[in-house]
Structure formats: C-alpha cells, structure tokens
C-alpha cells in the first residue's frame, strides 16, 4: 500500500463532524504526497467530562478536515478500548467487554503543542475494528500516523455504530464525546427529608442530596440498615401470599374452586396428545396443577392456576402457563393482563384492589419474558388491565396513595438489574402516569431514555438512569450527571 506524507500545522480549527482516537504504533513510512494542513482545534474536546488541554498535551486532539482526532492509545483505557499492534498482524481496536472507568489524563505542566510541527502519514499495515477489516485507503477519513502514533477516524461509524458512544457539539461547549461508562448508581430503595439513598456498586449506598448538588457520600452500615428498613416499610400493599386453607380441585378436564369453575385443560392436554403421538420416544407423564389463592375480602378471592405440561423435560425448563382469576360472589373472570404469579397486592379505601406482578430485577437465562403487569378489580367488580389499557408490555409499580397510583409504563427488554451494557445509542421511551381508582391515567412525564423510577414523600418522581450515571428529578426539571471514575471508591 501506498504510505502518503501529510504536513500538519498549527491553524485556526474548523467545525466538528467527528473523532479520530490515537494509538501508539510504529510502522515505516516515506514522503511521496504533498503536505495536507492538519490543525489543533480552536473549540474545547471534552473527553467523558474532561476538557484536554491540547497546548500543553504530548498528544493533542487535532482536526483534518473539520474531524475532530484523539491518540487512541492516550484514551484506550478511559474509552474501554484494547488496543494491540504488531508487523505481522498490523492494528486491532476492539471494546472492550465492560468499560475500565478511568479518568481520561487531560492536564499537563509545560506547553508541548503550541509550537511543536507533526507529520502525519497513511499507515500501511492491516487495520482491524471490532474484528472487521477496514480499507483504509478508501476512507474519507482514514487512520493516521502522526510522529509514530496511531490517530483512527471516529465517523458516525465508529463512534456510534461500532462503539456505541454519544456525540455532541455546540459552539460555546465545543465537541464532547461520552463513552460506555461503568454503572455504578442503580437505584433509589428510600429517602429522608434532604437525601436520597441509593444502591451502588460494588455493594455499596450512596447518600445523594435531593436537590442534586455536591457529590454522593458513602453511607456506613448503620445508615444503610436503616435505609432498607425504610425501603421494606414504603413497599406499596401486601405480598401475594397463598392461604394454605385454600386450594382449587381439578375434577375430570376442569378446575374448580368449591362450585366454580375456572378453567378447562382440554386444549393443554389436547396439544400434548398430539406431540406425545408425534414424538414417541418421551412418555406422556400427564399435567400437573398447582393453585395459589387469597382472600382480598368478603366477597373477593384472588385465585392462580398454575400448569405445567411435557413432564418429561426435567425442572425448571418443564413448560409451565399460569391464569389468573378473580372469583366474586361465586362468579370467576380471567385477568388477561395478569399472565404470571402476582407478587402483591394494593387494597384501597373503596374496596377496589390493584393487583401486581412485578418485573424482574436481573434479566437472566430465565427471566427474559418476566413482565411487569398491572390490574385494577375496581369498586364495581369490573376488570381493568392496565397494560393492554396503556398498551405497553411492562408497569412498574413505584408509589400508592389512597386515591391512585403513580406508575412507569415501558415496553423495552432493558431492565437488568446490572445495566452497564445498555448502549448509549438505544433509543427507550418510558411514560410516567397516574391512576386514579377507576382506571383513568393521567400521564405526567415522557422519559427519553431507560431508568429506575422513584417518588419520594413529596411526590417528586426521580429517575436513576440505566445507561449512564445520571439521576433526574422529572417533577422540578433537575438533572445531574457523575462520570464512572468520580464514583469510585
């Protein structure tokens, strides 16, 4: 491959449509093009929150053509990027499965830029980036060797379809590049009258005051009892809990509770005859069902079949469904909305009754497809899913008061307790609402994002971002943002 020269020197820099990143490299290389200006930038480059100081930096952000370039290996560490070269195989640049939470080094003692001269030259060795090849000579932006240091272009390509990363520019802020960033703040579990009490890892709480100012402080292990004690008493309504007393029957093809029947397993047993005569090889073990019920009051029971077909695929994988119904003065109506085992239940002053069940705190092997649902069983004895109301896959329950409920309603597959690895691009809409007692939503807040919510005694609804370590408070406009390194102990 053709190795060009290219001339940089120090001018006035231009508009920014991009990055180039830096990694030190050495390779041959011979002066055969005619020099092309490279510049410094006359506008700020902030790196996750730093701003480089390019007249005293060995390793300045440069611009070539109106793009904005870093020294990879300067930044490897504080972007979460590995980095390796050698003749043989040339450069590799890959991300780096979780990011290192480092703080990007942005401050040097002598001037060094001011009046060095650079050379930059096209490199000649292969190029590798998440394990695609790049043709480099075919570039708009190619990588370059400036003094033996490897500088890549950090397009729209790189930066948001290869990395991931957000990009931002303004004539006052200049260009501002966030990249993957450690989560460390997870969620608000409580509160006192200045601050709030957040989750944090590695198994750590943070004191957080409400109006978003100053830094988080560590709580000991006194506070943080307490803090859960408080998170544990300000849980809305009462755990979904079986009375042993109570059990359904199946007679025949049917389930009963006393003289009620709820539900005929004819189509359950009806599809597991035509494989088990399909697929002789397994032994037709039968069904098994389970129930689960609970008195709401007098007149109300809260009844959950659970049945569980192809016996022959051992635990936890055996093929389960689970129907809800609510069984009233002697008459049962399925829940539609409710498709897993509710986890509690909310009684309100009219006799109505929200019945929940809750999204998974970790996303794992075998929760993938464990929603946050949500039903009303109002005063009347009428049904209201709220999901299909709302039309969105997941509700989160976050606060009760004796006239309605405050809820985030979403429908992303994001909600895994350790969040890191969300990508910064992803576009989440969450909507925060109210609910009164019939079921009418009032919608407060659309969210841009992916976060925990949580309403303090206030009623202020704050969220704790799931992407990147920001909390906001939707009520007042408030927001506030802590990078990785920051955070750490």
Known sequence: MKNHRIRLRHTAGGLVAGILLGLAAAAPAHAEEPAVPLQLPSFPVQVNGLKIDNERSPYPALTYNNMVYLPVKHFAETLGLEVAWDAARGLKINLRERPSGKRPAAEWKDKSSVNRRYEAVLPGF?????????????????LLLVDNVSYLPMTWRFTHNEFSWRTDWDAQEGFRLITEQQKVLHR???????????????????KVNKDLKGDPS????????RANQLAEQRKPGVPFAGDPKQASVRLADSVYYGNTELMSLKPVLEKAS??????????????DVQSKIMKLDDRTVLAVISVSSFLHIPAPYTPYTHETFIIRDGKASSVPDLTQVPTRVVRNPDGSFWIASEAADRMTSR?????????????????????TKLGEKDIDLLATTAEGLTIKAYSDRFKAYHDSFIPLNAKERETYYYLDLRGKETRLYLYEGSGRGYVDGKGHIYVVDRQVNRISDLTSGQSRMWWDYELKP
């Not at 980036?129 to 708009?140: D, L, R």
């Open 126 to 142: 292969p190029i590798q980036v998440n394990g695609k090849s790049v043709n480099n000579a075919g570039e708009p932006y190619p």
């Open 188 to 206: 608000i579990i409580a509160e006192d009258a200045e601050a709030l009490y957040v989750e944090a890892e590695p198994d750590r709480m943070l």
């Open 218 to 225: 560590p709580a000991d292990d006194k506070l943080k009892a």
């Open 274 to 287: 035509a494989f088990y005569e399909s697929q002789t090889e397994y032994e037709n073990k039968g069904l």
């Open 367 to 387: 929760t993938p497809n464990v929603y946050g649902q949500l039903a009303l069983l109002d005063s009347s004895g009428q049904l209201h899913g709220m999901n």
